[in-house]
Protein backbone atom coordinates (compact mmCIF):
# COMPACT_ATOMS: atom_id res chain seq x y z
CA UNK A 1 0.00 0.00 0.00
CA UNK A 2 0.84 3.61 -1.14
CA UNK A 3 2.11 5.80 1.94
CA UNK A 4 0.43 9.06 0.84
CA UNK A 5 1.78 11.04 3.72
CA UNK A 6 5.12 9.44 3.08
CA UNK A 7 5.37 11.14 -0.43
CA UNK A 8 3.90 14.30 1.09
CA UNK A 9 6.40 14.78 3.19
CA UNK A 10 9.16 13.60 0.85
CA UNK A 11 8.15 15.64 -1.65
CA UNK A 12 8.05 18.60 0.78
CA UNK A 13 10.46 18.09 3.81
CA UNK A 14 11.74 21.06 4.13
CA UNK A 15 8.65 22.25 4.97
CA UNK A 16 8.05 19.68 7.84
CA UNK A 17 12.05 19.73 8.17
CA UNK A 18 11.87 23.32 9.22
CA UNK A 19 8.58 23.49 10.88
CA UNK A 20 9.34 20.52 13.05
CA UNK A 21 12.36 22.31 14.27
CA UNK A 22 10.26 25.37 15.53
CA UNK A 23 8.13 22.94 17.22
CA UNK A 24 10.67 21.09 18.30
CA UNK A 25 11.94 23.89 20.15
CA UNK A 26 8.97 24.89 21.73
CA UNK A 27 9.22 20.90 23.16
CA UNK A 28 13.00 21.40 23.91
CA UNK A 29 11.75 24.04 26.15
CA UNK A 30 8.84 22.31 27.44
CA UNK A 31 10.76 19.23 28.38
CA UNK A 32 13.62 21.60 30.28
CA UNK A 33 10.73 23.13 32.22
CA UNK A 34 10.18 19.12 33.80
CA UNK A 35 13.72 18.68 33.58
CA UNK A 36 13.53 22.66 36.11
CA UNK A 37 10.95 20.85 38.02
CA UNK A 38 12.70 17.15 38.79
CA UNK A 39 15.93 19.00 39.58
CA UNK A 40 13.89 20.83 42.43
CA UNK A 41 12.79 17.55 43.56
CA UNK A 42 16.20 16.23 43.23
CA UNK A 43 17.59 19.05 44.94
CA UNK A 44 15.43 18.69 47.71
CA UNK A 45 16.34 15.00 48.47
CA UNK A 46 20.26 15.65 48.23
CA UNK A 47 19.52 18.39 50.49
CA UNK A 48 18.05 15.94 52.99
CA UNK A 49 20.17 12.47 51.40
CA UNK A 50 23.38 14.71 51.98
CA UNK A 51 22.74 15.91 55.62
CA UNK A 52 23.22 12.42 56.38
CA UNK A 53 20.44 12.42 59.36
CA UNK A 54 17.67 10.40 60.26
CA UNK A 55 15.86 12.84 62.16
CA UNK A 56 15.53 16.65 62.49
CA UNK A 57 15.03 17.80 65.47
CA UNK A 58 13.61 21.57 65.27
CA UNK A 59 12.17 24.45 67.20
CA UNK A 60 8.66 23.40 68.58
CA UNK A 61 5.54 24.11 65.98
CA UNK A 62 7.90 25.00 63.27
CA UNK A 63 8.37 23.11 59.63
CA UNK A 64 12.70 24.35 60.04
CA UNK A 65 15.37 24.33 59.46
CA UNK A 66 14.37 24.03 55.55
CA UNK A 67 10.83 25.48 55.06
CA UNK A 68 11.28 27.90 58.84
CA UNK A 69 13.32 29.63 61.01
CA UNK A 70 13.79 27.43 63.82
CA UNK A 71 16.21 28.10 66.55
CA UNK A 72 17.01 25.70 69.18
CA UNK A 73 19.79 25.87 72.31
CA UNK A 74 22.85 24.65 71.22
CA UNK A 75 23.29 22.55 74.12
CA UNK A 76 20.47 20.55 74.09
CA UNK A 77 22.31 18.16 71.31
CA UNK A 78 24.14 16.33 74.30
CA UNK A 79 20.50 15.45 76.02
CA UNK A 80 19.65 14.10 72.72
CA UNK A 81 22.33 12.43 72.20
CA UNK A 82 21.77 10.26 75.51
CA UNK A 83 18.44 9.71 74.62
CA UNK A 84 17.89 5.73 73.72
CA UNK A 85 17.84 4.82 70.30
CA UNK A 86 20.35 7.70 69.20
CA UNK A 87 23.74 7.47 67.60
CA UNK A 88 25.16 10.45 66.61
CA UNK A 89 23.59 14.45 67.25
CA UNK A 90 25.26 17.37 65.47
CA UNK A 91 24.05 20.78 65.46
CA UNK A 92 23.59 22.18 62.28
CA UNK A 93 22.59 26.03 60.91
CA UNK A 94 21.89 27.20 57.44
CA UNK A 95 22.07 30.49 56.05
CA UNK A 96 21.06 31.43 52.30
CA UNK A 97 23.32 34.28 51.46
CA UNK A 98 25.44 35.87 49.03
CA UNK A 99 29.02 34.40 49.19
CA UNK A 100 32.00 36.61 47.76
CA UNK A 101 35.02 35.26 46.38
CA UNK A 102 37.51 38.65 44.86
CA UNK A 103 35.49 40.35 42.57
CA UNK A 104 32.53 37.82 42.51
CA UNK A 105 29.88 36.96 44.40
CA UNK A 106 27.74 33.30 44.13
CA UNK A 107 24.67 32.64 45.94
CA UNK A 108 25.21 29.76 47.91
CA UNK A 109 23.89 28.18 51.56
CA UNK A 110 26.09 28.36 54.46
CA UNK A 111 26.06 25.27 56.82
CA UNK A 112 27.61 25.50 60.16
CA UNK A 113 28.81 22.02 61.04
CA UNK A 114 29.67 20.54 64.53
CA UNK A 115 33.33 19.80 65.11
CA UNK A 116 33.14 16.49 65.06
CA UNK A 117 34.22 13.44 62.76
CA UNK A 118 33.97 13.41 59.29
CA UNK A 119 30.65 11.27 58.20
CA UNK A 120 29.40 12.95 61.08
CA UNK A 121 25.96 14.40 60.93
CA UNK A 122 25.36 17.36 58.43
CA UNK A 123 28.95 16.97 56.91
CA UNK A 124 29.66 16.62 53.77
CA UNK A 125 29.70 12.61 52.92
CA UNK A 126 32.42 13.03 49.86
CA UNK A 127 35.05 15.05 48.71
CA UNK A 128 35.86 15.50 45.12
CA UNK A 129 39.22 17.74 46.48
CA UNK A 130 41.38 18.73 49.36
CA UNK A 131 40.90 17.90 52.99
CA UNK A 132 37.13 18.63 54.86
CA UNK A 133 37.37 20.83 57.50
CA UNK A 134 40.25 20.15 60.89
CA UNK A 135 40.29 23.74 62.70
CA UNK A 136 37.66 25.52 64.33
CA UNK A 137 37.40 28.45 62.43
CA UNK A 138 38.08 29.89 59.31
CA UNK A 139 38.28 27.05 56.68
CA UNK A 140 35.73 26.02 54.10
CA UNK A 141 34.51 23.21 52.33
CA UNK A 142 32.25 24.63 49.23
CA UNK A 143 30.89 22.68 46.55
CA UNK A 144 32.13 22.82 43.15
CA UNK A 145 29.29 24.21 41.62
CA UNK A 146 30.32 27.65 43.35
CA UNK A 147 32.79 27.88 41.09
CA UNK A 148 35.21 28.31 43.98
CA UNK A 149 39.16 26.74 43.89
CA UNK A 150 40.95 25.30 46.37
CA UNK A 151 43.10 27.99 48.25
CA UNK A 152 40.35 30.35 47.02
CA UNK A 153 39.52 32.92 50.05
CA UNK A 154 35.77 33.56 50.91
CA UNK A 155 34.48 36.61 52.83
CA UNK A 156 31.25 35.78 54.68
CA UNK A 157 29.98 39.02 56.73
CA UNK A 158 33.25 40.22 58.39
CA UNK A 159 35.19 37.08 58.45
CA UNK A 160 37.23 35.22 55.59
CA UNK A 161 37.78 31.53 55.23
CA UNK A 162 39.81 29.31 52.91
CA UNK A 163 38.60 26.77 50.86
CA UNK A 164 40.42 23.87 51.75
CA UNK A 165 37.88 20.76 50.34
CA UNK A 166 35.58 20.94 47.78
CA UNK A 167 32.47 18.72 47.47
CA UNK A 168 29.91 17.86 45.00
CA UNK A 169 26.01 17.74 44.71
CA UNK A 170 25.55 19.37 47.91
CA UNK A 171 23.15 21.85 47.16
CA UNK A 172 20.05 23.33 49.06
CA UNK A 173 16.48 22.65 48.50
CA UNK A 174 16.45 25.82 46.35
CA UNK A 175 19.47 24.39 44.35
CA UNK A 176 22.00 26.76 45.64
CA UNK A 177 25.82 25.41 46.56
CA UNK A 178 26.59 24.58 49.77
CA UNK A 179 29.45 26.19 51.74
CA UNK A 180 30.47 24.47 55.11
CA UNK A 181 31.99 26.14 57.79
CA UNK A 182 32.83 25.45 61.30
CA UNK A 183 29.34 26.00 63.75
CA UNK A 184 31.27 28.91 65.48
CA UNK A 185 31.74 30.67 62.56
CA UNK A 186 28.33 29.86 61.15
CA UNK A 187 26.47 30.89 64.34
CA UNK A 188 28.61 34.32 63.88
CA UNK A 189 28.10 34.43 60.81
CA UNK A 190 24.35 34.06 61.44
CA UNK A 191 23.50 36.45 64.22
CA UNK A 192 26.61 38.69 63.76
CA UNK A 193 25.46 42.71 64.54
CA UNK A 194 27.51 45.42 62.98
CA UNK A 195 29.39 47.22 64.99
CA UNK A 196 27.65 50.41 65.16
CA UNK A 197 23.94 48.21 65.79
CA UNK A 198 26.12 46.64 68.68
CA UNK A 199 26.73 49.97 70.05
CA UNK A 200 23.40 51.29 69.62
CA UNK A 201 22.41 48.01 71.63
CA UNK A 202 24.40 48.54 74.61
CA UNK A 203 23.66 52.42 74.89
CA UNK A 204 19.73 51.19 75.04
CA UNK A 205 20.28 48.77 77.81
CA UNK A 206 22.21 51.48 79.56
CA UNK A 207 19.81 53.99 79.11
CA UNK A 208 17.01 51.18 80.54
CA UNK A 209 16.55 51.80 84.37
CA UNK A 210 16.07 48.15 84.71
CA UNK A 211 19.68 47.27 83.84
CA UNK A 212 20.67 49.81 86.96
CA UNK A 213 21.70 47.07 89.35
CA UNK A 214 25.30 46.36 89.65
CA UNK A 215 26.63 43.95 87.50
CA UNK A 216 23.30 43.62 85.28
CA UNK A 217 24.38 45.54 82.63
CA UNK A 218 27.49 43.86 81.70
CA UNK A 219 25.77 40.26 82.01
CA UNK A 220 23.18 41.56 79.63
CA UNK A 221 25.79 43.30 77.09
CA UNK A 222 27.44 39.74 77.41
CA UNK A 223 24.13 37.49 77.19
CA UNK A 224 24.12 39.84 73.53
CA UNK A 225 27.33 39.22 72.17
CA UNK A 226 26.76 35.85 72.45
CA UNK A 227 24.33 33.32 70.58
CA UNK A 228 23.52 30.25 71.78
CA UNK A 229 21.29 28.88 68.86
CA UNK A 230 21.26 26.95 66.00
CA UNK A 231 19.02 25.93 63.58
CA UNK A 232 18.39 22.38 64.14
CA UNK A 233 20.09 19.09 65.40
CA UNK A 234 20.60 16.04 63.69
CA UNK A 235 20.70 12.65 64.99
CA UNK A 236 21.29 9.26 63.62
CA UNK A 237 19.73 6.69 65.15
CA UNK A 238 21.22 3.02 66.11
CA UNK A 239 20.84 0.25 64.15
CA UNK A 240 17.31 -1.79 65.24
CA UNK A 241 15.55 1.86 65.74
CA UNK A 242 12.64 2.78 64.01
CA UNK A 243 12.53 6.95 63.58
CA UNK A 244 9.16 7.18 65.36
CA UNK A 245 10.18 5.00 68.44
CA UNK A 246 13.24 7.53 68.51
CA UNK A 247 11.60 10.80 67.51
CA UNK A 248 8.98 10.50 69.96
CA UNK A 249 10.72 10.80 73.40
CA UNK A 250 12.78 13.70 71.71
CA UNK A 251 9.38 15.32 71.25
CA UNK A 252 7.82 14.49 74.73
CA UNK A 253 11.06 15.26 77.06
CA UNK A 254 12.98 17.59 75.33
CA UNK A 255 9.70 19.67 73.97
CA UNK A 256 10.75 19.71 70.35
CA UNK A 257 9.34 19.17 66.70
CA UNK A 258 11.15 16.18 65.38
CA UNK A 259 10.54 15.22 62.01
CA UNK A 260 11.78 11.80 60.31
CA UNK A 261 12.56 11.98 56.65
CA UNK A 262 9.47 11.23 55.09
CA UNK A 263 8.37 13.91 56.57
CA UNK A 264 11.05 15.92 56.11
CA UNK A 265 10.85 15.05 52.38
CA UNK A 266 6.79 15.79 52.62
CA UNK A 267 7.71 18.95 53.92
CA UNK A 268 10.41 20.28 50.89
CA UNK A 269 8.59 18.56 48.11
CA UNK A 270 5.55 18.93 49.16
CA UNK A 271 5.25 22.38 50.80
CA UNK A 272 8.44 24.16 49.94
CA UNK A 273 8.73 23.84 46.16
CA UNK A 274 4.97 22.84 45.73
CA UNK A 275 4.03 26.44 44.17
CA UNK A 276 7.14 26.16 42.29
CA UNK A 277 6.16 22.97 40.76
CA UNK A 278 2.44 24.38 40.06
CA UNK A 279 3.85 27.23 38.62
CA UNK A 280 6.28 25.05 36.06
CA UNK A 281 2.69 22.53 35.68
CA UNK A 282 1.15 26.11 34.33
CA UNK A 283 3.91 26.80 32.05
CA UNK A 284 3.54 22.27 30.95
CA UNK A 285 0.24 23.32 30.20
CA UNK A 286 0.25 26.15 28.18
CA UNK A 287 3.18 25.59 25.83
CA UNK A 288 1.00 22.17 25.44
CA UNK A 289 -1.50 24.24 24.32
CA UNK A 290 0.73 26.39 22.53
CA UNK A 291 1.50 22.95 20.89
CA UNK A 292 -1.47 21.99 20.07
CA UNK A 293 -2.21 25.17 18.43
CA UNK A 294 0.91 25.43 16.40
CA UNK A 295 0.72 21.76 14.99
CA UNK A 296 -3.45 22.00 14.49
CA UNK A 297 -2.29 25.91 12.75
CA UNK A 298 0.12 24.02 10.30
CA UNK A 299 -1.81 20.76 9.22
CA UNK A 300 -4.67 22.68 8.55
CA UNK A 301 -2.75 24.90 6.29
CA UNK A 302 -1.06 21.74 4.76
CA UNK A 303 -4.22 20.16 4.16
CA UNK A 304 -5.93 23.41 2.81
CA UNK A 305 -3.01 23.49 0.15
CA UNK A 306 -4.47 20.47 -0.86
CA UNK A 307 -7.84 20.61 -1.04
CA UNK A 308 -8.12 20.05 -4.68
CA UNK A 309 -5.98 17.28 -4.63
CA UNK A 310 -8.48 15.58 -1.62
CA UNK A 311 -11.47 16.10 -3.81
CA UNK A 312 -10.03 14.44 -6.98
CA UNK A 313 -8.73 11.77 -4.49
CA UNK A 314 -12.10 11.39 -3.20
CA UNK A 315 -14.01 11.91 -6.76
CA UNK A 316 -11.88 8.81 -8.10
CA UNK A 317 -13.00 6.70 -4.50
CA UNK A 318 -10.21 7.16 -2.33
CA UNK A 319 -11.88 6.09 1.20
CA UNK A 320 -12.43 8.17 4.05
CA UNK A 321 -9.61 6.64 6.23
CA UNK A 322 -7.21 6.85 3.53
CA UNK A 323 -7.50 10.49 3.98
CA UNK A 324 -7.81 10.95 7.56
CA UNK A 325 -5.10 8.34 7.87
CA UNK A 326 -2.70 10.84 5.57
CA UNK A 327 -3.26 13.87 7.29
CA UNK A 328 -3.05 11.94 10.72
CA UNK A 329 0.44 10.77 9.83
CA UNK A 330 1.45 13.73 8.73
CA UNK A 331 0.63 15.34 12.11
CA UNK A 332 2.12 12.39 13.93
CA UNK A 333 5.59 12.68 12.12
CA UNK A 334 5.70 16.85 12.70
CA UNK A 335 5.41 15.71 16.97
CA UNK A 336 8.28 13.12 16.25
CA UNK A 337 10.53 15.31 14.16
CA UNK A 338 9.63 18.32 16.99
CA UNK A 339 10.27 15.67 19.82
CA UNK A 340 13.81 14.52 18.37
CA UNK A 341 15.02 18.54 17.82
CA UNK A 342 13.12 19.15 21.22
CA UNK A 343 14.98 16.17 23.06
CA UNK A 344 18.10 16.65 21.54
CA UNK A 345 18.01 20.56 22.49
CA UNK A 346 17.11 19.98 25.82
CA UNK A 347 19.54 17.89 26.53
CA UNK A 348 22.26 19.87 25.40
CA UNK A 349 20.63 22.97 26.85
CA UNK A 350 20.02 21.40 30.32
CA UNK A 351 23.85 21.89 31.82
CA UNK A 352 23.89 25.62 30.87
CA UNK A 353 20.49 26.25 33.56
CA UNK A 354 22.04 28.09 36.29
CA UNK A 355 19.90 25.40 38.41
CA UNK A 356 19.83 21.89 38.04
CA UNK A 357 17.32 20.26 34.91
CA UNK A 358 17.23 16.85 35.55
CA UNK A 359 15.71 14.91 32.36
CA UNK A 360 14.44 11.72 33.33
CA UNK A 361 13.75 8.99 30.56
CA UNK A 362 10.37 8.49 31.96
CA UNK A 363 9.38 12.35 31.15
CA UNK A 364 10.60 11.71 27.63
CA UNK A 365 8.42 8.90 26.95
CA UNK A 366 5.27 10.65 28.69
CA UNK A 367 6.47 13.71 26.89
CA UNK A 368 6.65 11.61 23.68
CA UNK A 369 3.19 10.12 24.40
CA UNK A 370 1.84 13.27 25.27
CA UNK A 371 3.20 15.07 21.92
CA UNK A 372 1.72 12.08 19.89
CA UNK A 373 -1.68 12.59 21.66
CA UNK A 374 -1.48 16.47 20.90
CA UNK A 375 -0.61 15.70 17.26
CA UNK A 376 -3.19 13.48 17.02
CA UNK A 377 -5.88 15.85 18.71
CA UNK A 378 -4.51 18.86 16.56
CA UNK A 379 -4.72 16.93 13.29
CA UNK A 380 -9.10 16.13 13.82
CA UNK A 381 -9.72 20.10 12.50
CA UNK A 382 -7.98 19.21 9.44
CA UNK A 383 -9.28 15.79 8.75
CA UNK A 384 -12.82 16.82 9.63
CA UNK A 385 -12.73 19.46 6.77
CA UNK A 386 -10.88 17.17 4.50
CA UNK A 387 -14.07 15.09 4.59
CA UNK A 388 -16.66 17.62 4.50
CA UNK A 389 -14.46 18.28 0.96
CA UNK A 390 -17.06 17.54 -1.71
CA UNK A 391 -15.82 15.07 -4.55
CA UNK A 392 -18.36 17.14 -6.84
CA UNK A 393 -15.78 20.13 -6.19
CA UNK A 394 -13.16 18.24 -8.59
CA UNK A 395 -15.56 18.87 -11.35
CA UNK A 396 -16.22 21.77 -12.70
CA UNK A 397 -19.37 24.01 -13.12
CA UNK B 1 -19.44 -5.82 -20.63
CA UNK B 2 -23.40 -4.80 -21.57
CA UNK B 3 -23.82 -1.35 -22.53
CA UNK B 4 -21.27 1.37 -21.63
CA UNK B 5 -23.34 3.76 -20.11
CA UNK B 6 -27.54 4.20 -20.69
CA UNK B 7 -29.62 6.50 -18.80
CA UNK B 8 -33.76 7.08 -19.26
CA UNK B 9 -35.56 9.94 -18.05
CA UNK B 10 -32.69 10.58 -15.67
CA UNK B 11 -34.40 13.89 -13.55
CA UNK B 12 -32.50 16.41 -11.12
CA UNK B 13 -34.70 18.68 -9.10
CA UNK B 14 -32.14 20.56 -6.35
CA UNK B 15 -34.40 22.64 -3.38
CA UNK B 16 -38.35 21.89 -2.83
CA UNK B 17 -41.56 23.84 -3.49
CA UNK B 18 -41.11 27.11 -4.80
CA UNK B 19 -37.78 27.73 -4.71
CA UNK B 20 -37.14 23.87 -6.60
CA UNK B 21 -35.23 24.40 -9.91
CA UNK B 22 -35.01 20.87 -12.42
CA UNK B 23 -31.70 21.37 -13.15
CA UNK B 24 -32.73 17.88 -15.23
CA UNK B 25 -35.89 17.60 -17.10
CA UNK B 26 -35.58 14.12 -19.07
CA UNK B 27 -32.14 13.27 -20.24
CA UNK B 28 -31.90 10.55 -22.34
CA UNK B 29 -28.37 8.89 -23.42
CA UNK B 30 -26.92 5.74 -24.56
CA UNK B 31 -23.12 5.42 -25.60
CA UNK B 32 -21.70 2.33 -26.40
CA UNK B 33 -18.53 0.32 -25.27
CA UNK B 34 -15.93 1.78 -27.46
CA UNK B 35 -17.38 4.78 -28.80
CA UNK B 36 -16.55 8.71 -27.63
CA UNK B 37 -19.72 10.64 -27.74
CA UNK B 38 -19.48 14.97 -26.87
CA UNK B 39 -21.47 16.31 -24.68
CA UNK B 40 -22.13 20.41 -25.47
CA UNK B 41 -24.60 23.13 -24.22
CA UNK B 42 -24.78 26.18 -23.04
CA UNK B 43 -23.26 27.66 -19.30
CA UNK B 44 -26.13 26.48 -16.81
CA UNK B 45 -27.93 24.33 -19.18
CA UNK B 46 -27.20 20.99 -16.66
CA UNK B 47 -24.31 19.73 -18.07
CA UNK B 48 -22.24 19.95 -14.77
CA UNK B 49 -25.33 18.25 -13.12
CA UNK B 50 -25.47 15.50 -15.50
CA UNK B 51 -21.99 14.56 -15.11
CA UNK B 52 -21.99 14.72 -11.46
CA UNK B 53 -25.13 12.19 -11.90
CA UNK B 54 -23.30 10.28 -14.14
CA UNK B 55 -20.13 10.09 -12.00
CA UNK B 56 -21.95 8.90 -8.86
CA UNK B 57 -20.98 11.86 -6.63
CA UNK B 58 -24.65 13.02 -6.26
CA UNK B 59 -27.94 11.19 -6.70
CA UNK B 60 -30.56 11.96 -9.28
CA UNK B 61 -34.05 12.63 -8.14
CA UNK B 62 -35.70 10.21 -10.76
CA UNK B 63 -34.74 8.27 -13.66
CA UNK B 64 -32.50 4.93 -14.51
CA UNK B 65 -28.63 4.75 -14.66
CA UNK B 66 -27.01 1.74 -16.00
CA UNK B 67 -22.87 2.00 -16.25
CA UNK B 68 -21.21 -1.17 -17.72
CA UNK B 69 -23.53 -3.87 -16.73
CA UNK B 70 -24.28 -2.30 -12.91
CA UNK B 71 -27.60 -0.46 -12.51
CA UNK B 72 -26.58 2.29 -10.02
CA UNK B 73 -29.55 3.85 -9.89
CA UNK B 74 -33.07 2.81 -10.59
CA UNK B 75 -36.14 5.30 -9.66
CA UNK B 76 -34.98 6.24 -5.79
CA UNK B 77 -33.15 2.97 -5.56
CA UNK B 78 -29.26 3.24 -5.55
CA UNK B 79 -25.77 1.13 -5.18
CA UNK B 80 -24.64 0.79 -2.09
CA UNK B 81 -20.87 1.99 -2.09
CA UNK B 82 -20.82 5.01 -5.08
CA UNK B 83 -17.19 5.09 -3.82
CA UNK B 84 -16.15 2.03 -4.76
CA UNK B 85 -18.30 2.26 -8.04
CA UNK B 86 -16.68 5.85 -8.87
CA UNK B 87 -12.96 3.90 -8.03
CA UNK B 88 -14.04 0.64 -10.71
CA UNK B 89 -16.42 2.15 -13.22
CA UNK B 90 -15.56 4.95 -14.02
CA UNK B 91 -12.62 7.09 -15.03
CA UNK B 92 -12.40 10.87 -14.62
CA UNK B 93 -10.25 12.94 -16.51
CA UNK B 94 -10.72 16.69 -15.47
CA UNK B 95 -10.18 20.37 -17.46
CA UNK B 96 -7.26 20.61 -15.44
CA UNK B 97 -5.33 17.14 -14.70
CA UNK B 98 -5.19 17.42 -11.09
CA UNK B 99 -2.43 15.10 -11.00
CA UNK B 100 -1.17 14.57 -7.19
CA UNK B 101 1.54 17.10 -6.77
CA UNK B 102 3.69 14.84 -4.44
CA UNK B 103 3.68 11.46 -6.74
CA UNK B 104 5.38 11.03 -9.82
CA UNK B 105 4.12 9.93 -13.20
CA UNK B 106 3.37 6.50 -12.31
CA UNK B 107 2.38 6.64 -9.05
CA UNK B 108 -0.44 9.16 -10.07
CA UNK B 109 -1.49 6.54 -12.63
CA UNK B 110 -0.54 4.00 -10.44
CA UNK B 111 -2.42 5.23 -7.24
CA UNK B 112 -5.88 3.88 -7.40
CA UNK B 113 -5.14 0.13 -7.53
CA UNK B 114 -2.24 0.96 -4.88
CA UNK B 115 -5.53 1.99 -3.00
CA UNK B 116 -7.55 -0.75 -4.21
CA UNK B 117 -5.07 -3.08 -3.01
CA UNK B 118 -2.97 -4.10 -5.75
CA UNK B 119 1.03 -4.87 -5.13
CA UNK B 120 2.77 -1.67 -5.53
CA UNK B 121 4.65 -3.21 -8.35
CA UNK B 122 1.75 -4.56 -10.17
CA UNK B 123 -0.29 -1.22 -10.05
CA UNK B 124 3.02 0.31 -11.30
CA UNK B 125 3.19 -2.32 -14.30
CA UNK B 126 0.13 -1.52 -15.07
CA UNK B 127 0.57 1.91 -15.02
CA UNK B 128 3.55 2.04 -17.47
CA UNK B 129 1.65 0.18 -19.69
CA UNK B 130 -1.03 2.68 -20.01
CA UNK B 131 1.84 5.32 -19.89
CA UNK B 132 3.47 3.61 -22.86
CA UNK B 133 0.08 3.16 -24.96
CA UNK B 134 -0.18 7.39 -24.16
CA UNK B 135 3.31 7.66 -25.35
CA UNK B 136 4.57 9.09 -21.59
CA UNK B 137 6.53 6.77 -20.55
CA UNK B 138 9.74 8.41 -20.83
CA UNK B 139 8.76 10.75 -18.28
CA UNK B 140 7.40 7.99 -15.69
CA UNK B 141 9.59 9.10 -12.69
CA UNK B 142 9.18 12.71 -13.39
CA UNK B 143 6.84 15.18 -10.56
CA UNK B 144 3.62 16.04 -12.31
CA UNK B 145 5.35 19.56 -12.09
CA UNK B 146 8.07 18.81 -14.13
CA UNK B 147 5.23 17.62 -17.58
CA UNK B 148 4.31 20.16 -20.19
CA UNK B 149 0.57 20.35 -20.45
CA UNK B 150 -0.11 18.12 -22.83
CA UNK B 151 1.64 14.97 -20.97
CA UNK B 152 -0.70 15.88 -17.92
CA UNK B 153 -3.56 15.47 -19.56
CA UNK B 154 -2.13 12.13 -21.21
CA UNK B 155 -0.91 11.46 -17.41
CA UNK B 156 -4.82 12.18 -16.55
CA UNK B 157 -5.99 10.11 -18.88
CA UNK B 158 -3.61 6.93 -18.23
CA UNK B 159 -4.75 7.67 -14.63
CA UNK B 160 -8.90 7.75 -15.83
CA UNK B 161 -7.97 4.39 -17.34
CA UNK B 162 -5.97 2.32 -15.29
CA UNK B 163 -8.52 0.31 -13.36
CA UNK B 164 -10.21 -0.28 -16.38
CA UNK B 165 -13.56 0.94 -16.29
CA UNK B 166 -16.71 0.67 -18.59
CA UNK B 167 -16.93 4.55 -18.27
CA UNK B 168 -14.79 8.06 -18.64
CA UNK B 169 -16.25 10.97 -17.59
CA UNK B 170 -13.91 13.67 -19.33
CA UNK B 171 -14.97 17.11 -18.18
CA UNK B 172 -13.64 19.84 -20.67
CA UNK B 173 -10.41 17.56 -20.90
CA UNK B 174 -8.53 20.10 -23.99
CA UNK B 175 -9.87 23.28 -22.85
CA UNK B 176 -6.39 24.52 -22.01
CA UNK B 177 -4.27 23.12 -24.89
CA UNK B 178 -3.59 24.18 -28.26
CA UNK B 179 -5.23 22.58 -31.24
CA UNK B 180 -2.52 20.26 -31.65
CA UNK B 181 -2.35 19.22 -28.27
CA UNK B 182 -6.74 19.50 -28.01
CA UNK B 183 -6.61 16.94 -30.99
CA UNK B 184 -3.52 15.22 -29.51
CA UNK B 185 -5.81 14.25 -26.26
CA UNK B 186 -8.92 13.35 -28.57
CA UNK B 187 -7.30 10.90 -30.88
CA UNK B 188 -5.83 9.08 -27.79
CA UNK B 189 -9.21 8.58 -25.89
CA UNK B 190 -10.96 7.37 -29.04
CA UNK B 191 -7.86 4.90 -29.21
CA UNK B 192 -8.22 4.10 -25.48
CA UNK B 193 -12.19 3.91 -26.01
CA UNK B 194 -11.46 1.25 -29.19
CA UNK B 195 -8.93 -0.94 -27.31
CA UNK B 196 -10.43 -0.91 -24.06
CA UNK B 197 -13.52 -1.15 -25.31
CA UNK B 198 -14.61 1.74 -22.74
CA UNK B 199 -17.49 4.31 -23.44
CA UNK B 200 -16.62 8.24 -23.25
CA UNK B 201 -18.52 10.80 -22.87
CA UNK B 202 -16.32 14.31 -23.48
CA UNK B 203 -18.19 16.90 -22.13
CA UNK B 204 -16.72 20.17 -24.08
CA UNK B 205 -17.43 24.24 -25.51
CA UNK B 206 -14.18 23.71 -27.34
CA UNK B 207 -15.12 24.20 -31.25
CA UNK B 208 -11.93 22.48 -31.98
CA UNK B 209 -12.61 18.90 -30.76
CA UNK B 210 -16.32 19.33 -31.60
CA UNK B 211 -15.98 18.15 -35.63
CA UNK B 212 -14.73 14.87 -34.15
CA UNK B 213 -17.59 13.30 -32.76
CA UNK B 214 -19.70 11.09 -34.46
CA UNK B 215 -22.40 11.43 -32.36
CA UNK B 216 -22.98 14.36 -30.24
CA UNK B 217 -25.73 15.18 -27.03
CA UNK B 218 -27.24 18.73 -27.35
CA UNK B 219 -28.10 20.23 -23.35
CA UNK B 220 -30.03 22.83 -22.64
CA UNK B 221 -32.48 23.88 -19.60
CA UNK B 222 -31.78 19.89 -18.83
CA UNK B 223 -33.07 18.07 -21.77
CA UNK B 224 -31.02 16.12 -23.93
CA UNK B 225 -30.75 15.88 -27.73
CA UNK B 226 -29.11 13.82 -29.71
CA UNK B 227 -27.48 14.73 -32.97
CA UNK B 228 -25.11 13.24 -35.41
CA UNK B 229 -21.47 14.71 -35.75
CA UNK B 230 -19.08 15.35 -38.44
CA UNK B 231 -16.93 12.63 -37.06
CA UNK B 232 -14.07 14.03 -38.94
CA UNK B 233 -10.49 12.72 -38.37
CA UNK B 234 -8.27 14.24 -36.01
CA UNK B 235 -5.00 14.81 -38.04
Same mark, same amino acid.
Given at each position: ????????????????????????????????????????????????????????????????????????????????????????????????????????????????? /??????????????????????????????????????????????????????????????????????????????????? /??????????????????????????????????????????????????????????????????????????????????????????????? /?????????????????????????????????????????????????????????????????????????????????????????????????????????? | ???????????????????????????? #??????????????????????????????????????????????????????? !? $?????????????? $?????????????????????????? !???????? !? $???????? !????????????????????????????????????? $???? #?????????????????????????????????????????????????????
Amino acid at each position: MISLAGRDILHAWGKFVFTGIGLGLLIGVTLTMAGVYRGMVADAQATLDNSGADLWVVQQGTLGPYAESSSVYDDLWRGIRAMPGVAQAANVTYLTMQVRAGNRDVRAMVAGI /AAAEPGAPGWPPYLVAGRQITRSHYEAVADIATGFKLGDVLTIRRNQYTVVGLTRRMVSSNGDPMVFIPLKDAQQAQFLKDND /AIRMQRRRSAENPAFAAPGVLAAVNASQASNPFVNAILVRIQPGWTPPEVAAPIARWKRLTVYDRSQMNHILVGKLIESSAKQIGMFLVILAMVS /AAIVAFIIYTLTMDKIREIAVLKLIGTRDRTIAAMILQQALVLGVIGFAVGKISASFAAPYFPKYALLIPSDAVAGFAAILVICALASVVAIRMALRVDPAAAIGG | MGHGIRIEGLRKRYGSGDTAVDALKNVD #MTVAPGEVVGLIGPSGSGKSTLLKCLGAVIDPTAGRMVLGDEVIFDEGWKARDLR !A $LRRDKIGFVFQAPY $LIPFLDVADNVALLPMLAGVPNAEAR !ARALELLT !A $LDVQHRAN !AMPVQLSGGEQQRVAIARGLVNRPPVILADEPTAPLD $LERA #MAVIRVLNDMARQLQTAVIVVTHDEKIIPTFKRIYHIRDGVTVEEPGEGRAFD
